[in-house]
C-alpha cells in the first residue's frame, strides 16, 4: 500500500508500507540501497518454540521491591535479597541437556526486580558467560551495590543494565528514587569507567507522564549534578496489557494517553524530535562520515541521546537507515515473543510466552522442547494488515498478548501516534525539511478514544 508525502517545499514522495521503500513522483527510489544484515541468522515468526534459540530471556521470579502503577511483573513484598533458588541447579543441568547454544547471541535476566535474585544471577552467568554474548538486565536500580560491579565487570560478556525510572514522575508512578541513594550514586560511577558494562535509564511515556522535554531535562540535570557520564535515556510508550485473568490486578490502561491527551501529546512529542534533530546537525560528521553525535565524550553533551530518535532500530534515525538501506523488517513482534528462537523460560524450567505473564502463560518444559510453544497469542494483528497501516513496520501490532480487543484498540490510538510521529521525524532526516502525508488512510476501527 502506497501513502503519498509532502515535504514543505511542495515535493511529493510516495511510501510503500508493504516493502518499507520511499518512491519519488516518477515511481523510482531516490535512494541507494544494500542489502542489510539483521544480526540474526534467521528471523521466523513461528509460536512453536526452538531448542536453538537466538535470543533466551530468563524470567527469576516476580518478587519487587517496588510497586510501578503500570507493571505486571511484580509480587511486591518481602524486599530483600533471595536465597539461592533450590531449582537451579536442575535448571542449569536441563539447559545443558535440552538447549543447543551454539548460536546464542543473547540472554535477557527479568524479575520483578533481577537484583533480588543476585544468589541466582552468579551461578546462571558462570554458566552462560562467554565472549561475544550480551546481556540485557532490566532494572529499577534501587538494589545496585558494589558487590554487582564487582562480579558484572570480570565477565566476558558485554552487559547492558537498563534502569527503569520515570524521571519527574519517579516518586508518583513507581516509588523512591534510586538516584537518592549514595550507594547506587557510587556504584553507577564505577560502571561509568567499565569496559564491558554500561548502563542507561527506560522512562514510560504515560498519562501522568508526557512531557519529554522534563523528563529528559530531570536526567541531564540530575547526572551533571551526581557527575555520572550516562547520556543514554529511551523511552516506551504506555499501554494497556490487561487480560481477562490480571483484570482485576492490574490498573495499566489507566496509565495509557487517552483523548485530549493525545492531541497535547502528538504536537509536544513532535516538537520534541525536532529539538534532536537540530541537534543531531549541528554536531555534524567526521572525516570517516561518521555522525559525530555517536563518537564526542559523552560529557560534551548538554542534553540526553534519546532511543526515540539517534538509536535504537525503532528510532527516526533508525527508520531513515531502514530506507537508504532496503532494510525490510519481518512480521514479527518487537519483543520476539512470536519468533521461533526466541525463547522465555522461568528457572523451572517452563516455557512461557514471555517473562511479563503468569503460570497461565506456560507452553510447555525445556525438557519437551519438541512440544514447547508459545501460547495466549493474539488473533488481532491481522486486523492492521488489513487496514493497511502506515506504521506497521514499526509497530509491528503492538504486544502480541492476546489481550481484550478493547485494550488492543486503547493501544493502537496511542502507538500510532507515537510511530507515525517517529515515522515522520525520519522522513524529516532524509529529505531535510519538514513533511507531512496527505493521503488519509480509514482506520476507524482502531481509532479508539
Known amino acids: 500500500m502506497k501513502f503519498e508525502y509532502r515535504t514543505a ?19 523510482n527510489n531516490p535512494f541507494s540501497q544494500h542489502s542489510m544484515d539483521w544480526g540474526y541468522p534467521s528471523i521466523e515468526r513461528s509460536e512453536k518454540k526452538s531448542s536453538k534459540p537466538l535470543s533466551l530471556k530468563i524470567t527469576l521470579g516476580h518478587a519487587c521491591n517496588y510497586d510501578c ?31 543447543d547454544l551454539s548460536e546464542l547471541m543473547e540472554i535477557q535476566l527479568w524479575g520483578g526486580e533481577p537484583f533480588l535474585y543476585w544468589n541466582d544471577i552468579v551461578p546462571l552467568m558462570d554458566f552462560f558467560d562467554r565472549e561475544g554474548l550480551k546481556v540485557l538486565i532490566i532494572t529499577n536500580g534501587s538494589a545496585l551495590r558494589q558487590k554487582h560491579y564487582e562480579y558484572l565487570s570480570k565477565l566476558k560478556s558485554e552487559i547492558n543494565l537498563v534502569i527503569s525510572h520515570d524521571g519527574p514522575g519517579q516518586l508518583q508512578l513507581r516509588g523512591k528514587d534510586p538516584l537518592d541513594s549514595s550507594l547506587v550514586v557510587q556504584t553507577l560511577k564505577q560502571f561509568d569507567n567499565c569496559d564491558n558494562a554500561n548502563y542507561n535509564f527506560l522512562s514510560v511515556v504515560s498519562a501522568r507522564n508526557y512531557d519529554m522535554f522534563s523528563i529528559e531535562k530531570f536526567f541531564y540535570d540530575k547526572m551533571v549534578n551526581l557527575g555520572l557520564k550516562c547520556r543514554g535515556l529511551s523511552y516506551t510508550i504506555g499501554k494497556s496489557f490487561e487480560t481477562e485473568e490480571n483484570r482485576q490486578n492490574s490498573n495499566s490502561a489507566d496509565e495509557v494517553i487517552k483523548g485530549e491527551d493525545r492531541v497535547k501529546f502528538k504536537k509536544l512529542f513532535k516538537e520534541y524530535l525536532s529539538f534532536h534533530a537540530k541537534k543531531f546537525k549541528e554536531f555534524g560528521y567526521d572525516e570517516t562520515g561518521q555522525p559525530r553525535i555517536f563518537t564526542v565524550d559523552p560529557e560534551e553533551l548538554d542534553y ?22 532496503g532494510m525490510n523488517s519481518p512480521n514479527v513482534a518487537t519483543c520476539g515473543s512470536d ?43 491481522e486486523d492492521c494488515i488489513g487496514l493497511k497501516c502506515p506504521v506497521y513496520k514499526l509497530c509491528k501490532g503492538g504486544c502480541p498478548l492476546k489481550i481484550a480487543k478493547h485494550d488492543f484498540l486503547l493501544n493502537c490510538g496511542i502507538e500510532s501516534i507515537w510511530f507515525e510521529t517517529i515515522q515522520e521525524a525520519g522522513f524529516e532526516f532524509l529529505f531535510d525539511e519538514p513533511v507531512e502525508r496527505i493521503s488519509i488512510v480509514n482506520r476507524n476501527s482502531h481509532d479508539y478514544k
Not at 69 to 90: A, H
Open 9 to 27: 517545499s511542495g515535493k511529493k514522495f510516495y511510501y510503500e508500507s508493504n516493502d518499507n521503500t520511499v518512491l519519488d513522483e516518477n515511481m
Open 304 to 325: 540526553m541521546l534519546v532511543g526515540v530518535y539517534e538509536y535504537e532500530d525503532l528510532s527516526a534515525i533508525g527508520f531513515a537507515k531502514s530506507i537508504v538501506t
Open 69 to 99: 502503577s503500570y507493571c505486571l511483573q511484580k509480587d511486591v513484598g518481602d524486599p530483600s535479597e533471595r536465597p539461592r533458588n533450590m531449582n537451579l541447579e536442575v535448571f542449569i543441568d536441563n539447559v545443558k541437556k535440552n538447549l
Open 339 to 381: 519468533m521461533h528462537r526466541v525463547l522465555s523460560v522461568d528457572v523451572l524450567g517452563n516455557v512461557r510466552t514471555c517473562p511479563h505473564v503468569d503460570t497461565s502463560f506456560i507452553g510447555g518444559k525445556i525438557t519437551d522442547m519438541e512440544n514447547a510453544t508459545a501460547i495466549k497469542m493474539k488473533p488481532w494483528k
